[in-house]
Protein backbone atom coordinates (compact mmCIF):
# COMPACT_ATOMS: atom_id res chain seq x y z
CA UNK A 1 0.00 0.00 0.00
CA UNK A 2 1.50 3.71 -0.71
CA UNK A 3 2.14 5.83 1.82
CA UNK A 4 -0.31 8.59 0.45
CA UNK A 5 -3.31 6.06 0.55
CA UNK A 6 -2.54 5.04 5.01
CA UNK A 7 -4.36 8.23 5.26
CA UNK A 8 -7.35 6.99 3.64
CA UNK A 9 -7.52 4.01 6.53
CA UNK A 10 -7.96 6.39 8.90
CA UNK A 11 -11.51 6.75 7.55
CA UNK A 12 -12.82 3.74 8.99
CA UNK A 13 -14.71 3.26 5.83
CA UNK A 14 -14.84 -0.26 3.31
CA UNK A 15 -14.40 2.03 0.37
CA UNK A 16 -11.32 3.76 1.78
CA UNK A 17 -10.24 0.34 2.66
CA UNK A 18 -10.43 -0.64 -0.49
CA UNK A 19 -9.26 2.33 -2.61
CA UNK A 20 -5.71 2.05 -0.05
CA UNK A 21 -4.96 -0.99 -1.49
CA UNK A 22 -5.99 -0.64 -5.35
CA UNK A 23 -5.03 3.56 -5.77
CA UNK A 24 -3.23 4.73 -7.98
CA UNK A 25 -2.57 5.34 -11.56
CA UNK A 26 -1.21 1.43 -12.92
CA UNK A 27 -2.50 -1.24 -9.80
CA UNK A 28 -6.13 -1.48 -11.29
CA UNK A 29 -4.78 -1.87 -14.99
CA UNK A 30 -2.19 -4.47 -14.02
CA UNK A 31 -5.16 -6.45 -12.06
CA UNK A 32 -7.39 -6.38 -14.96
CA UNK A 33 -4.97 -7.99 -17.31
CA UNK A 34 -3.64 -10.00 -14.73
CA UNK A 35 -7.52 -11.12 -13.91
CA UNK A 36 -7.51 -12.14 -17.86
CA UNK A 37 -3.91 -14.26 -17.66
CA UNK A 38 -0.76 -14.60 -15.46
CA UNK A 39 2.35 -13.05 -17.14
CA UNK A 40 5.93 -12.56 -16.95
CA UNK A 41 7.27 -9.59 -16.09
CA UNK A 42 8.56 -8.63 -19.72
CA UNK A 43 4.93 -10.06 -21.15
CA UNK A 44 3.29 -7.12 -18.57
CA UNK A 45 5.12 -4.67 -19.34
CA UNK A 46 5.09 -5.07 -23.18
CA UNK A 47 0.53 -5.30 -23.03
CA UNK A 48 0.18 -2.36 -20.75
CA UNK A 49 1.15 0.74 -23.06
CA UNK A 50 2.91 3.53 -21.37
CA UNK A 51 4.00 2.18 -18.32
CA UNK A 52 7.90 1.78 -17.36
CA UNK A 53 10.10 -1.11 -15.80
CA UNK A 54 10.47 0.86 -12.77
CA UNK A 55 6.66 1.66 -12.36
CA UNK A 56 5.19 -1.77 -13.06
CA UNK A 57 8.08 -3.42 -10.61
CA UNK A 58 6.72 -1.16 -7.78
CA UNK A 59 3.13 -1.50 -8.84
CA UNK A 60 3.78 -5.36 -8.67
CA UNK A 61 6.16 -5.58 -5.45
CA UNK A 62 3.48 -3.13 -3.57
CA UNK A 63 0.34 -5.54 -4.80
CA UNK A 64 2.18 -8.67 -3.86
CA UNK A 65 2.63 -6.94 -0.21
CA UNK A 66 -0.68 -6.48 0.05
CA UNK A 67 -1.41 -10.20 -1.02
CA UNK A 68 -3.44 -9.19 -3.85
CA UNK A 69 -0.68 -10.54 -6.67
CA UNK A 70 1.29 -13.75 -6.73
CA UNK A 71 4.73 -14.00 -7.26
CA UNK A 72 5.83 -17.37 -8.65
CA UNK A 73 10.04 -17.64 -9.15
CA UNK A 74 10.84 -20.72 -11.30
CA UNK A 75 14.67 -22.22 -10.51
CA UNK A 76 16.05 -21.82 -13.86
CA UNK A 77 18.60 -20.37 -16.00
CA UNK A 78 17.88 -17.66 -16.88
CA UNK A 79 15.59 -16.83 -14.14
CA UNK A 80 11.73 -16.84 -15.04
CA UNK A 81 8.99 -15.25 -12.78
CA UNK A 82 5.52 -15.30 -13.42
CA UNK A 83 2.79 -13.10 -12.22
CA UNK A 84 -0.87 -14.42 -11.09
CA UNK A 85 -3.69 -13.39 -9.19
CA UNK A 86 -3.88 -14.61 -5.48
CA UNK A 87 -7.34 -15.62 -3.91
CA UNK A 88 -7.51 -11.88 -2.71
CA UNK A 89 -6.90 -10.38 -5.72
CA UNK A 90 -9.29 -12.98 -7.29
CA UNK A 91 -11.82 -11.43 -5.01
CA UNK A 92 -11.46 -8.31 -6.82
CA UNK A 93 -12.83 -9.95 -10.23
CA UNK A 94 -16.19 -8.74 -10.25
CA UNK A 95 -15.01 -4.81 -9.21
CA UNK A 96 -12.67 -5.15 -12.08
CA UNK A 97 -15.38 -6.36 -14.76
CA UNK A 98 -17.47 -3.64 -13.67
CA UNK A 99 -14.97 -0.77 -13.98
CA UNK A 100 -14.44 -2.24 -17.68
CA UNK A 101 -17.96 -2.29 -18.28
CA UNK A 102 -18.22 1.52 -17.27
CA UNK A 103 -14.79 2.55 -18.77
CA UNK A 104 -16.50 0.91 -22.20
CA UNK A 105 -20.12 2.55 -21.76
CA UNK A 106 -18.79 6.07 -20.79
CA UNK A 107 -15.60 6.79 -23.09
CA UNK A 108 -13.48 9.91 -22.80
CA UNK A 109 -14.46 12.37 -25.54
Not at 19 to 45: C, P, R, S, T
Not at 67 to 74: A, C, E, M
Amino acid sequence: MQKTYRQLLQCNCSSANTMALIGGKWKVIVLDHLHHQDYHFNELQRSIIGITPHTLSQTLKELAKDDLVKRHDFKTIPPQTIYSLSSKGKELIPLLNEITKFGKNHPLQ
